[in-house]
């Protein structure tokens, strides 16, 4: 084993230039990272430092801190779901069910109906934050369900917390999601959206939660688990994998919130995987369109990249990576093909450098199985012996 420990932080969506078949989804020529800096510059030091802006050809740095490349996507989908299993050793070959284009069907609905006791209204494709403006007031009228979806495959579901409680909420969102294993209406993800406030000024809470579904097989994760390392969720890892493999879940409220408890638990003493997702540069600025926002996001992450190294140990490796990309500058809201940074660093690397781009996400999850010598995924390839 080279390294006692592993932190591997996903930035939701914070992809680095069009993937190879980025015309089979109709992304050519999307580049989150590449429109910020194009369109809203701001510096990144300490990222850069790690070579994470060379990626885009924004800057030719040649002494970096860490080694760099990046990673191109295999899995059949752009979403969270398809994204985070490649990275842990399954390719989704066969796309989940999306609804984008006319909402849920009436059978579906009707059964969902019948079964929570409340009535349905939206069942459109329609941004969370839009559909809860414009419905939110006669959801609290009348106590019925927000019910959506997106260009991914996912059945969101929001309520007012004062309407419906949250339990209720999320029972509801179970028996959604037990209807929805159904072949013909499977979905990957069903998420509860609760909000609060009023009419005018309505607002998401961390109350977000996620029910997907198990992975097919075994993941890396559910191979260190059996082997006796500590897999440490941070954010919604857990959700996205349904708690399969993970040993312990830590939720977040928002960015920075997941900045510090990974600070924390560099500080704990365990053995194995520390894996965690910041989801706001998808959810509040990607899908948003909202590229400040998303430049600003990315600059908080750089002003705690030197807390995170100071307090990594010697024989501790950290990697940063994206699922997807999300292009604030590209038309729509939807997630963009494309391939994703892997930022790799360790105090005792030598002579850090670029690497040859990966062919998979599921090299990372690979890397990971090799380090601590359990069972490797069926797709990737360690890069393990190029970090010296």
Same mark, same amino acid.
Request: proline share 4%; charged share 25%; glycine share 8%.
């Given at each position: 084993?080279k390294f006692?420990r592993?932190?591997?932080?996903v930035?939701?969506?914070l992809?680095?230039g069009e993937?190879?078949?980025?015309?089979k989804f109709?992304?050519?020529?999307?580049?989150?990272?590449?429109?910020?800096?194009?369109?809203n510059?701001?510096?990144?030091?300490?990222?850069?430092k790690?070579?994470f802006?060379?990626?885009?050809?924004?800057?030719?740095?040649?002494?970096?801190?860490?080694?760099?490349?990046?990673?191109?996507?295999?899995?059949?989908?752009?979403?969270?779901?398809?994204?985070?299993l490649?990275?842990?050793?399954?390719?989704?070959?066969?796309?989940?069910?999306?609804f984008?284009?006319?909402?849920f069907?009436?059978e579906?609905i009707?059964e969902?109906?019948?079964?929570?006791? $409340?009535?349905?209204?939206?069942?459109?494709?329609a941004?969370?934050?839009?559909i809860?403006?414009?419905?939110?007031?006669?959801?609290?009228?009348?106590?019925?369900?927000?019910?959506?979806t997106?260009?991914d495959s996912?059945?969101?579901?929001?309520? +007012?917390?004062?309407?419906?409680?949250?339990?209720?909420?999320y029972?509801?969102?179970?028996i959604?999601?037990?209807?929805?294993?159904?072949?013909?209406w499977?979905?990957g993800?069903?998420?509860?959206?609760?909000?609060?406030?009023?009419?005018?000024?309505?607002?998401r809470t961390?109350? $977000?939660?996620?029910?997907?579904?198990?992975?097919?097989?075994?993941?890396?994760?559910?191979?260190?688990k059996?082997?006796?390392?500590?897999?440490y969720?941070?954010?919604?890892?857990?959700?996205?994998f349904?708690?399969?493999?993970?040993?312990?879940?830590t939720k977040?409220?928002?960015?920075l919130?997941?900045?510090n408890?990974?600070?924390?638990?560099?500080?704990e003493d365990?053995?194995?995987?520390?894996?965690a997702n910041?989801?706001?540069?998808?959810?509040k600025?990607?899908?948003?369109?909202n590229?400040?926002?998303?430049?600003?996001?990315?600059?908080e992450?750089?002003?705690?990249?030197?807390?995170?190294?100071?307090?990594? $140990?010697?024989?501790?490796?950290l990697?940063?990576?994206?699922? +997807?990309g999300?292009?604030?500058?590209?038309?729509g809201?939807? +997630?963009?093909?494309?391939?994703?940074?892997?930022?790799?660093?360790?105090?005792?690397?030598?002579?850090p450098k670029?690497?040859?781009?990966l062919?998979?996400?599921?090299?990372?999850?690979?890397?990971?199985?090799?380090?601590?010598?359990?069972?490797?995924?069926?797709?990737g390839k360690?890069?393990?012996?190029?970090?010296?």
């Amino acid at each position: 084993m080279k390294f006692n420990r592993i932190f591997l932080i996903v930035c939701d969506s914070l992809g680095v230039g069009e993937a190879k078949d980025a015309d089979k989804f109709n992304d050519v020529g999307a580049s989150t990272l590449g429109h910020i800096l194009e369109y809203n510059p701001i510096d990144y030091p300490n990222l850069e430092k790690m070579g994470f802006l060379n990626l885009v050809n924004y800057k030719n740095v040649l002494n970096t801190d860490s080694y760099y490349t990046k990673a191109h996507p295999k899995a059949n989908g752009k979403d969270t779901l398809t994204g985070h299993l490649e990275m842990m050793g399954i390719r989704t070959l066969i796309p989940f069910k999306t609804f984008t284009e006319t909402g849920f069907p009436k059978e579906l609905i009707h059964e969902l109906e019948q079964k929570s006791g $409340r009535k349905v209204i939206g069942n459109c494709n329609a941004s969370g934050t839009e559909i809860i403006e414009k419905l939110g007031k006669e959801q609290m009228e009348t106590g019925s369900l927000i019910v959506y979806t997106s260009a991914d495959s996912v059945l969101q579901i929001a309520a +007012h917390e004062d309407v419906i409680p949250l339990n209720e909420l999320y029972k509801i969102c179970e028996i959604a999601r037990e209807l929805t294993l159904k072949n013909e209406w499977k979905v990957g993800r069903v998420i509860a959206r609760p909000y609060i406030g009023q009419p005018g000024n309505f607002i998401r809470t961390a109350n $977000r939660h996620d029910y997907a579904l198990d992975p097919v097989s075994d993941t890396v994760l559910d191979n260190l688990k059996n082997s006796g390392y500590d897999v440490y969720s941070i954010g919604k890892i857990s959700d996205i994998f349904n708690n399969c493999g993970i040993t312990r879940s830590t939720k977040t409220k928002d960015n920075l919130d997941g900045i510090n408890k990974i600070i924390d638990t560099i500080k704990e003493d365990f053995k194995g995987l520390c894996f965690a997702n910041l989801n706001d540069f998808d959810s509040k600025y990607g899908h948003r369109r909202n590229i400040k926002g998303y430049a600003e996001a990315i600059k908080e992450l750089d002003n705690y990249i030197p807390i995170i190294k100071e307090n990594l $140990r010697d024989d501790d490796l950290l990697i940063i990576t994206a699922d +997807h990309g999300n292009d604030p500058s590209f038309r729509g809201t939807d +997630h963009t093909r494309e391939n994703v940074p892997v930022l790799i660093y360790s105090k005792s690397f030598k002579e850090p450098k670029k690497l040859d781009d990966l062919e998979c996400f599921s090299d990372i999850g690979a890397l990971i199985a090799n380090n601590f010598n359990v069972k490797m995924p069926e797709v990737g390839k360690s890069f393990l012996d190029k970090l010296i």
